[in-house]
């Protein structure tokens, strides 16, 4: 892999690719390093013959009319180039250069992954580029995150496994378009987006889909989708929420969900088994989960040999809810970062038949007395699977010695134990 280089580097990757050096599999160039319109046609007209050069980053360059015909005619001869990233934030304006990629890349048979993210490409943009997309038969992965684009390609590309639409404009009308595209995608990633009622309409189709495996619809439900302040609108998040719920029922393919800050509150949850579903990750951060979402999650009292990692950081979850979660057979990651755990009472549950191999309660206020009564849990062998405990951000400055003592305690007894607590000690008060 080389990156950027020194001077005289472009003559010597010129050199390398033309001569085929099999050494030169990879080859970033930074956006910082000046690039003259000769050394892009260099470098273009360079990878035509070559079959070694598997990766081309060449973000944040200008490419004028010259060099764009280069890489088109590379694009149509080269068959070993497997990723390519080129161009600035200005590519998408300039339709006669995406008119002249598009020539090279219907034909290409090698390149599996384009990456066009941040390319400034509106719906017009995108509409030039279909056709080379919907033709070329090797690529699998399309990344067009941060772009201008309100809809997804009108039409159905069957060979993308992969694709990235966050940070676009995408809404409503939009998101009921890309629900009847998905029969061939995998990987979706359609997070920042203003999608609102329409990502009811995705949700609703996942129930007969048997592709996605991943799918991140993260701050989907506020027209300020792209503010990670924002909470997201329960109004349209419940709705997503539930729908997912029904779908989850026949979809047993989709194994990772993410739905951060779409503002889903506790009752949407009703009714979720995940261990009926296919779900291995499912990661609810930021939205208003409270500890009655907690126990209908933690309900299914099941034991599974699936490692599910459940993520409900920044939620309004407390103890009862922390409870619940912990004492269940099938979660192994439980993440439970900025919620309210605080306050425990006395005496907790056992959890003998815990599954959580990791933890996170950093920044719940926790107090020393709250630590007492979890360190006793586990020097009992409670969650005696546990690994990973992360506590970030709870201690205080005039309780850090009596922490001391009490994690010392605790790894005494419980070696395999790892304790992560002084990380993000909270400020003192």
Same mark, same amino acid.
């Given at each position: ?77 080269n068959d ?76 159905m590309l ?20 890309? $629900?009847?595209?998905?029969? %061939? #995608?995998?990987d979706l990633?359609? &997070? !920042?987006?203003?999608?609102?009622? @329409?990502?009811? *309409? /995705? ?98 009292? $099941?034991?599974?040999?699936? %490692? #599910?990692?459940?993520?409900?950081? &920044? !939620?309004?979850?407390?103890?009862? @809810?922390?409870? *619940? /979660? ?104």
């Amino acid at each position: 892999m080389v990156w950027g280089g020194n001077d005289n580097a472009v003559q010597k990757w010129v050199k390398q690719l033309t001569e085929n050096d099999p050494n030169l599999t990879s080859l970033h160039i930074l956006s910082m390093r000046r690039l003259s319109q000769s050394d892009l046609k260099s470098i273009f007209s360079a990878i035509t013959h070559n079959t070694h050069l598997k990766t081309l980053y060449c973000s944040g360059h200008a490419i004028e009319q010259e060099a764009m015909d280069h890489l088109s005619e590379a694009l149509t001869l080269n068959d070993t180039l497997k990723t390519l990233n080129i161009g600035n934030a200005e590519l998408g304006r300039h339709e006669d250069l995406l008119r002249i990629f598009a020539e090279g890349l219907a034909v290409n048979e090698g390149l599996q992954h384009l990456d066009f993210e941040n390319k400034g490409l509106n719906d017009t943009a995108l509409a030039l580029l279909a056709p080379a997309l919907v033709k070329n038969t090797t690529l699998r992965s399309l990344n067009l995150a941060r772009n201008e684009l309100s809809k997804p390609v009108d039409q159905m590309l069957e060979n993308i496994r992969s694709l990235n639409l966050s940070g676009n404009k995408i809404d409503a009308a939009g998101a009921r378009l890309l $629900s009847t595209r998905l029969k %061939h #995608i995998e990987d979706l990633d359609i &997070s !920042n987006n203003p999608l609102m009622d @329409g990502a009811v *309409a /995705l949700a609703e189709a996942l129930g007969n889909n048997t592709s996605i495996k991943s799918l991140k619809l993260i701050g989907v439900t506020s027209l300020n989708s792209d503010d990670e302040e924002d909470m997201g609108d329960s109004t349209h998040g419940n709705p997503l929420m539930i729908k997912l719920v029904q779908a989850l029922k026949t979809n047993k393919s989709l194994n990772r969900v993410w739905l951060d800050r779409n503002g889903i509150e506790s009752y949407a949850l009703e009714g979720l088994d995940i261990l009926q579903s296919g779900l291995t990750e499912l990661r609810l951060r930021n939205n208003k989960v409270d500890d009655q979402g907690a126990k209908w999650l933690a309900q299914e009292k $099941s034991v599974t040999d699936r %490692h #599910i990692h459940l993520d409900l950081g &920044s !939620n309004k979850i407390g103890y009862e @809810g922390f409870g *619940a /979660l912990l004492d269940t057979s099938w979660v192994h990651h439980l993440g439970l970062f900025n919620n309210k755990i605080n306050g425990l009472p006395d005496i907790l549950p056992e959890l003998k038949t815990s599954t959580v191999e990791s933890l996170d309660i950093g920044c719940n206020g926790i107090t020393i007395e709250d630590l007492g009564v979890i360190v006793t849990v586990l020097l009992q062998d409670g969650v005696p699977q546990l690994r990973l405990l992360e506590m970030g951000g709870n201690a205080k400055e005039e309780e850090m010695e009596a922490w001391e003592s009490a994690i010392a305690q605790l790894q005494e007894q419980r070696e395999e134990l790892e304790i992560a607590w002084k990380r993000f000690m909270q400020e003192q008060q």
